[in-house]
């Protein structure tokens, strides 16, 4: 089993900073790819931005140039770093991993949310 630990979020306003921490750990052997989706009021949920196992990382047109994703691989952490940040980046944001654990089973695990507002 694998568990995905959210840090970070909370209320700040346009233009401020906020960063986010995911730490994921359990039975893992690779990772296969993890990130950060969020979730706005009535909308679907999107990927925000994502590293892969070989190190690429994918962001949203939305966010770039605003946030950073990076990655501790030893601690199987990831960092999600938002910079000038807008009302419309207000949602609850989602940690997600891929994982092949050590019986060569890729499962996808998320976390269990976070609030980020940001006021105009």
């Known amino acids: 089993q694998v568990h995905l630990v959210e840090s970070g979020g909370g209320l700040v306003q346009a233009g401020g900073s906020l960063r986010l921490s995911c730490a994921a750990s359990?039975?893992?052997?690779?990772?296969?790819?993890m990130g950060w989706y969020r979730q706005a009021p009535g909308k679907q949920r999107e990927l925000v931005a994502e590293?892969?196992?070989?190190?690429?990382?994918n962001y949203t047109n939305s966010v770039k140039g605003r946030f950073t994703l990076s990655r501790d691989n030893a601690k199987n952490t990831v960092y999600l770093q938002m910079d000038s940040l807008k009302p419309e980046d207000t949602a609850v944001y989602y940690c997600?991993?891929?994982?092949?654990?050590?019986?060569?089973?890729?499962?996808?695990?998320w976390g269990q949310g976070t609030q980020v507002t940001v006021s105009s």
């Open positions: 359990g039975s893992i052997s690779s990772m296969y790819r």
């Open positions: 997600n991993a891929v994982i092949r654990d050590p019986w060569y089973r890729i499962k996808e695990y």
């Open positions: 590293v892969t196992r070989g190190g690429s990382t």
